[in-house]
């Protein structure tokens, strides 16, 4: 089945930069829209930004402007360059995609202290 697996979270300080990856497998990935979304302790998981297979994106209020989401198809993998992070943007990161069914990565840390 299609696997998606995200690397790149970490601890990070107010204003600083991450970059996550998230690899897919067993999917036509130049063909699927892909999408990250976070969940914060507490709260439901929202959606943060998406990629369609002709490359146009679009990002939830909160991220635009400082978030970029982009792929590689040669490599099967979605990115999300996170800029000018806020504590508020600590959460749990997850990529997303549909293939017949929804399919979710295991999810990276991302930690923003203030």
């Known amino acids: 089945q299609v696997q998606l697996v995200e690397s790149g979270g970490g601890l990070v300080q107010a204003g600083g930069s991450l970059r996550l990856s998230c690899a897919a497998s067993r999917i036509i990935f130049s063909i699927s829209t892909m999408a990250w979304y976070r969940q914060a302790p507490g709260k439901q998981r929202e959606f943060v930004a998406r990629?369609?297979?002709?490359?146009?994106?679009d990002y939830a209020d909160s991220v635009k402007g400082r978030f970029t989401i982009s792929r590689d198809n040669a490599k099967n993998t979605v990115y999300l360059q996170m800029n000018t992070l806020k504590p508020e943007d600590t959460a749990v990161y997850y990529c997303?995609?549909?293939?017949?069914?929804?399919?979710w990565g295991q999810g990276t840390q991302v930690t923003v202290s203030s």
């Open positions: 997303y995609t549909w293939n017949l069914t929804n399919v």
């Open positions: 990629i369609f297979s002709a490359g146009s994106t």
